[in-house]
Structure formats: structure tokens, C-alpha cells
């Protein structure tokens, strides 16, 4: 595959300012650079928006307090009265996911959540972070969390295996359906716009439409998988509440 | 694919952990409550609200009950008023329609006494006549002159025949 029209060439990273640190190679990046229009969009709307503090709300400081209900929301449905202290990161994961997606769909932007090492990251704190607040909360108890009631017990030797794993691959399968559902995403739309200036005469069009079409479903996608990221957040933590 | 590519994998968490926890710090430390200030203000401003309404609802029903209150006692006063006139009226009615019929008596019974005294009159007068006749025709025809009482004493005797 020609490197120059690879469709995964949007991915590659490039170092905007080389750092050193400690031996490591902590350069600025394209996806650092893409985190930062991402964090100051997040922190500058919200903060900015609502900097007036009206009782009644201008249409941007309603969009604030949407997506502060929305997550505060989630939340409460899922996890209860346990789960307001979790409140700020959660909220924090939804809009980092969520802005970021949105940041790569501007054209010539770098996605930073088609990075597996980025999701991965993200879903490991989260991970890690449940998986302690669980033996918190109940300490050596938390592992009956593996153990189900109410099947018959020559059936545990079977489960319990499958239980663990399937605690363990939790990380991995929010990572993983994060960066795989923007990688198709942008693969595809990149593909597309190739067929667009190779096809003959004004053919072209209709791969056009494709992606005009595929853009919005990307759009859609990009909320989706933000919202799925932050809602087995909370279902995780819930867990780490209640077992079985 | 570049994602395996470990070479700025160092880089990408370095730069993640950074940016994630600023803005982590940022929303958890400003933003949020910012927000969830300005929720809870509307949301007290409503009860605000919503209580004063209550309470002005209250008064207001304290108020029409007043008004009611002054309709009924209003009624009623007008009614007892409205009793006592028509009574103060009809005893004037009354009173007045005695002393007229006492006066319609009066006239009455006086009437009828000057009717009977001029009927005494007639009599008497008819009396006289009835001499004065006699006394005229007796004495042309028989020259015998009577006196007034012999007369007045026949008279009285055959008074029930012509009566």
C-alpha cells in the first residue's frame, strides 16, 4: 500500500516540538495538539457560557446545564445517591471523549480516540479506579463479586473462570470499542473521499453524497460512543457498590 | 497502522495525563459548580416563587372570604331594615285608616241624628198641619169650633191608621 494514500495515514502522529524527558520521548504531538484544542473548547465553553450566572439562561448557558443534567442524569439512573461524588469525572471522561470525537470530525484534524493507547488509557483508569473503590468498599468481599447466587454449584467451577475474565476484559472491550468505532469511522469516510478524485467525470458525486451521509452518521457516532464510554463508566462504578 | 507504532506511545500518555487531569481539575474545581450554583439558584428561585404564590393565593382567598362575610351581614341588615320599615309603615297604614274610620262615624252618626231631628220636625209640623186642616174643615162644616188639645187628642188616637 502506497504510504501517501494509505487511508491510515491520517493516523500517523507527528511530532509538532520534539521533548525529551527523563530519556523518554514526550514530544508535542498532532494528537497532543488535538487534546489541547479539546480541553480548552470544553473548559472555555463551559466556563464562558456561564460566566453570567443568569437564572435565566442565554441558549449556550443552556447547552452547559444540558450536558450537566444529561451526565448528572446518567448518573443518578445508574449508580444512585452513591454516585454524585463521581459526578466531576465522569462528566470529565463524557466531554473529553465527547469533544474529541467532534474535534476529529473537522476535516484535516487529528482524532486522538482512534488511538488504542489513548482509550486504553482512559478505560484503564477506569478500570483500575472501580477495581478499587470496589475492595474499598467491600474489601476481601469484593471477589463474591465473581461468585453468582442462585446456580447450581457444579456449574461455579465453570462460571467463576468466565466471570473473571469477563471483569478483566472490561478495559480492553471499552477501549477497544472506542478506537475501533472511530478508526472505521475515519477509514471509511477517507476511503470515500478517494473514490471522489479518482472516479471518472462527475461520478465523483456520488461517493460525495456517501460521505455527506456517513459525516452526520459519524457525528451521531462520535455522541454515541462517548455516551457508551461514560455509561459503563457508571455502570462499573455501580458494581463496584453493589454485588451481585 | 500507526496506533501500534510505539515509538510516541510515551508521548501520547504523558500528553493524555496531562491534558485529562488540567481539565479534570478545572471542571471538578470551577466549572461544575458554576454550573450546579447557578441550577441550585433557579431551582431556589422557583421555590421562592412557588411559595410566594401559595402564600398570596391564601390571602387572597382570606380576602374574598371577608367580602363574602360582609355580603352575607349586608344581606341581612338591608333585610331587617327593610322588615322594620314595612312594619313602621303598615302601622301607620293602620293607624291613619282608624282615625278615619272614627271620623266617618262621627259623620255618620251625626248625619243620622239631624236626619231624625228633622224628621221629628216633619212630624210635628205634618201634627200641626193635620190640626189646622181638621180644625178648618170641621168648622165649615159643622161651625163647631174645636180647641187644639180636644183635637191633638183624637189626633193621637188615630194616629196608628194613617201612620
Redesign the interface.
Known sequence: MAAKDSP??Q???D?ISNIE?GG??????N??FA??I??LV??LF??LT?NT???I?SRM?LI??LM??FIAQLLSDTVGDNGKRY???V??LF??VLIGNMVGMIPYQFT?T?????TF??AAVVFIGVTILGFINHGIKFFTFFYIPGVPFYMHPLLIPIEVISYLSRPISLSVRL?ANM?AGHTLLKVFAGFVVSMPFFTGVFPLAFIVALTGLEILIAFLQAYVFAILTCLYINDAYHLH | ?????P???????????V??T???V???R???P??????E??QN?IDENLSSAKELQEQAMEIEKKINDQINKTKLETDEKIKETINALQENVSSQLSSLDKDLEKKVSDAEKEILKSKDDQMKNINNEIVNITKLTVGKITDIELSDNELNKVIETHKGNFN
Do not use: C, D, G
Not at chain 1, 523518554?24 to 504531538?29: A, E, G, R, V
Not at chain 1, 482512534?114 to 489513548?118: E, R, Y
Open positions: 491510515l495515514k493516523f500517523e502522529i511530532p524527558l523518554y520521548n514526550i514530544s508535542f504531538t494528537s497532543s487534546m489541547l479539546t480541553v470544553i473548559t463551559l466556563t456561564v450566572r443568569s437564572i439562561p448557558q452547559s446545564e450537566y443534567n459526578f466531576p469525572f462528566f470529565s466531554m473529553f486522538f482512534s488511538h488504542i493507547i489513548v488509557a482512559l478506537f478508526l | 497502522m500507526p496506533q501500534l507504532n515509538e510516541f506511545f510515551v508521548s501520547q500518555l504523558f500528553w493524555l495525563a491534558f485529562f488540567f481539565l479534570f478545572f471542571l471538578w470551577v466549572s461544575l458554576r454550573i450546579a450554583t447557578v441550577l439558584r433557579r428561585k
